[in-house]
Nanobody, 121 residues
Framework: QVQLVESGGGSVQPGGSLRLSCAAS????????MAWYRRPPGKQRDLIAY???????NYTGSVRGRFTISRDNRKNTVYLQMNNLKPEDTAVYYC???????????????WGLGTQVTVSS
């Protein structure tokens, strides 16, 4: 009963920037780790950025130094700032969150529906 909605995708030229947002809503007792994944055309979905409940972060090598993941716990929102975008960054971007709906419920993973990012001249 947790919904994730991504926003901020679009088309940009190489070298440009975009900021993605993912807002969680519904019945939320606690949000734990959150992450961004992406699926390039014709390829599998891969983890690209991760942020823990205490703001520890990690990135896959292809985006490290260019992308920054952050979160605002007051808004139940995770962000992905993407700088120096390259054509190979073209993909559908998805957010993921681990959450409990009550104190006694199990931790489950939730997915957004994705937002398209296209990088081309």
């Amino acid at each position: 009963q947790v919904q994730l909605v991504e926003s901020g995708g679009g088309s940009v030229q190489p070298g440009g920037s975009l900021r993605l947002s993912c807002a969680a809503s519904g019945t939320i007792f606690r949000l734990d780790a959150m992450a961004w994944y992406r699926r390039p055309p014709g390829k599998q979905r891969d983890l690209i950025a991760y942020i823990s409940s205490d703001d520890t972060t990690n990135y896959t090598g292809s985006v490290r130094g260019r992308f920054t993941i952050s979160r605002d716990n007051r808004k139940n929102t995770v962000y992905l700032q993407m700088n120096n975008l390259k054509p190979e960054d073209t993909a559908v971007y998805y957010c993921n969150a681990a959450a409990r709906t009550t104190l006694f419920s199990t931790v489950k993973n939730y997915w957004g529906l994705g937002t398209q990012v296209t990088v081309s001249s």
